[in-house]
């Protein structure tokens, strides 16, 4: 199995650790780290209002040159998976990091694959052949390409399905830990 994909379930961290306490400690300094990094861009965001992310944010600050600079480092070594596409009105630079997606693309299949294969009982992630992770992840990337590509509209929709699923799911898990810490 590929060290990516198991270093993402919270089950290794356990293991890693040794303490659910422990884990627990990596997952609030991880998520506080990411929420840090993320309010970070939000206030550049609302004080430096211009399209771009970061190379605009760089540019604003530190001059052209240090953007443009950013901008091949980052196509080159940081996201080889970035791609350009032209808009009608203008060119349009569309991030897509392929690496991640295919983690996350590998992640989901592993969980599917466990369903398939295990069926009620846990099933070790190395007793599921590598070919139907391959598979299953290549399946998901093609159907969410089609979906962003074939109809924009339903592609936004889906994802706010599925992000509405995934926030009440957290709430759903989240409530009882409230109620007993209450208690």
């Not at 369903?115 to 052949?129: H, M, N, R, T, W």
């Not at 109809?151 to 759903?172: G, P």
């Amino acid at each position: 199995m590929d060290s990516r994909v198991e270093s993402s379930s919270p089950g290794v961290v356990v293991a890693n650790t040794e303490s659910v306490g422990a884990s627990l400690m990596v997952w609030l300094v991880s998520g506080v780290l990411a929420w840090t990094g993320a309010s970070s861009y939000a206030e550049l965001g609302s004080a430096i209002p211009q399209n771009g992310g970061a190379q605009a944010y760089l540019s604003y600050a530190y001059g052209p040159l240090v953007s443009y600079l950013f901008a091949w480092t980052a196509i080159i070594a940081l996201k080889p998976g970035i791609y350009f596409s032209i808009s009608p009105s203008k060119l349009c630079f569309n991030a897509l990091c392929a690496g991640a997606n295919a983690v996350i693309a590998l992640i989901f299949a592993e969980y599917m694959n466990r369903l398939f294969f295990g069926g009620q009982e846990e099933i070790s992630p190395d007793d599921i052949p590598q070919w139907a992770i391959r598979l299953t992840a290549s399946g998901a990337v093609l159907i969410v390409t089609f979906l962003c590509v074939a109809a924009r509209r339903l592609s936004t929709r889906v994802a706010v399905i599925f992000t509405t699923v995934k926030v009440s799911e957290h709430f759903r898990l989240v409530k009882p830990l409230l109620i007993l810490s209450m208690n």
